[in-house]
């Protein structure tokens, strides 16, 4: 099974762009997966540069309902009208980020919903080849609260986002397995119980990111939650690719205990599982 991180926050390869987002290009010996977008189209003019010919993609998965992870999806599906795209029915929502001086809309495009690939979902799913989904992820052990400033907004209120348009992706080739994951909102842990839950085991390698990145300075606990993340994540049997949401000094903290076990993605990364 291979990876290639079509766009990612930092530069990696040669004649590649860079933006905060995340698109990454999975290939199995029978499916070709393109797991979000990124902020932008730029992954497209990278995937050309890294010799990913997107036209032979089977299937587009969103992995939640923000800009990051969903603004190169008209583009994409402009040039690609007949590849699916699953994303969870709450994938539209009016998503944002609580900044200091007003609210953010962190969202994706609306017309994203109305395209006629675009196959929204309410539960898990087989998507056939050895790929399928999941989502209902509830629980909120070692949650990061870089989250707390992610609202829905419901008429003239921003309620708290319970993060029900989140979903991972699972990639199954022989006897490995991969799990996408995203931003991992509902807490990178939580999604590994769904899915040791579903499956009975551990993946191979999970490709996402932890949602712990922060502006200013963390806060005991916070630094408490990372590292006590990164110490359950190190005694499993999975390979962590990570990036985008994680944070510089989060990736720093958790290295030093997860070791080869944690490695850093950029723009360009490939990777075998």
Same mark, same amino acid.
């Given at each position: 099974?291979?990876?290639v991180v079509?766009i990612?926050?930092?530069?990696g390869?040669p004649?590649c762009?860079c933006?905060?987002?995340?698109?990454?290009?999975?290939?199995?010996?029978?499916?070709?997966?393109l797991a979000?977008?990124?902020s932008?189209?730029a992954? @497209?003019?990278? %995937?050309?540069t /890294?010799?990913? =010919?997107l036209?032979?993609?089977d299937? #587009?998965?969103?992995?939640?309902?923000?800009y990051d992870?969903?603004?190169?999806i008209?583009?994409f599906?402009?040039r690609?009208?007949?590849v699916?795209?699953?994303l969870?029915k709450?994938?539209?929502?009016?998503?944002?980020a609580?900044d200091?001086d007003e609210?953010?809309y962190?969202?994706m495009?609306?017309s994203?919903?109305? @395209?006629?690939? %675009?196959?929204? /979902?309410d539960? =898990?799913?087989?998507?056939d080849?050895g #790929?399928s989904?999941f989502?209902n992820v509830t629980?909120?052990?070692?949650?990061?609260?870089s989250?707390?400033l992610?609202?829905?907004?419901e008429?003239?209120?921003?309620?708290?986002d319970s993060?029900?348009?989140?979903q991972a992706?699972?990639?199954?080739?022989?006897?490995?397995?991969?799990l996408f994951?995203?931003c991992?909102h509902?807490?990178?842990l939580?999604f590994l119980?769904?899915?040791?839950?579903k499956y009975?085991r551990?993946?191979d390698a999970?490709?996402g990111?932890f949602?712990f990145?922060?502006?200013?300075?963390y806060t005991?606990?916070e630094?408490t939650?990372?590292r006590?993340?990164?110490?359950?994540?190190?005694v499993m049997p999975?390979?962590?690719?990570?990036?985008?949401?994680t944070?510089?000094r989060a990736w720093?903290m958790m290295a030093e205990?997860?070791?080869?076990?944690l490695?850093e993605?950029?723009?360009?990364?490939e990777?075998t599982?």
């Amino acid at each position: 099974m291979r990876g290639v991180v079509l766009i990612e926050n930092s530069a990696g390869h040669p004649g590649c762009v860079c933006e905060h987002g995340l698109s990454v290009y999975f290939e199995t010996e029978t499916r070709r997966v393109l797991a979000d977008t990124g902020s932008t189209a730029a992954f @497209l003019e990278n %995937a050309e540069t /890294l010799g990913v =010919d997107l036209a032979r993609t089977d299937l #587009v998965f969103l992995s939640h309902g923000h800009y990051d992870h969903a603004g190169g999806i008209p583009e994409f599906a402009a040039r690609y009208p007949r590849v699916p795209i699953y994303l969870r029915k709450s994938a539209g929502g009016d998503y944002y980020a609580m900044d200091p001086d007003e609210p953010r809309y962190v969202g994706m495009e609306k017309s994203v919903l109305a @395209l006629p690939q %675009a196959i929204p /979902l309410d539960c =898990d799913r087989d998507l056939d080849g050895g #790929v399928s989904c999941f989502g209902n992820v509830t629980e909120r052990r070692l949650w990061s609260k870089s989250n707390l400033l992610l609202r829905r907004r419901e008429g003239e209120n921003y309620l708290q986002d319970s993060f029900d348009h989140e979903q991972a992706l699972v990639l199954r080739e022989r006897e490995k397995y991969c799990l996408f994951t995203g931003c991992a909102h509902c807490g990178v842990l939580n999604f590994l119980d769904r899915f040791r839950e579903k499956y009975g085991r551990c993946p191979d390698a999970v490709v996402g990111g932890f949602h712990f990145m922060k502006k200013g300075d963390y806060t005991p606990e916070e630094e408490t939650v990372i590292r006590k993340t990164a110490k359950e994540l190190s005694v499993m049997p999975t390979v962590f690719y990570s990036g985008h949401c994680t944070g510089r000094r989060a990736w720093a903290m958790m290295a030093e205990i997860m070791g080869d076990g944690l490695r850093e993605i950029h723009t360009g990364t490939e990777f075998t599982v």
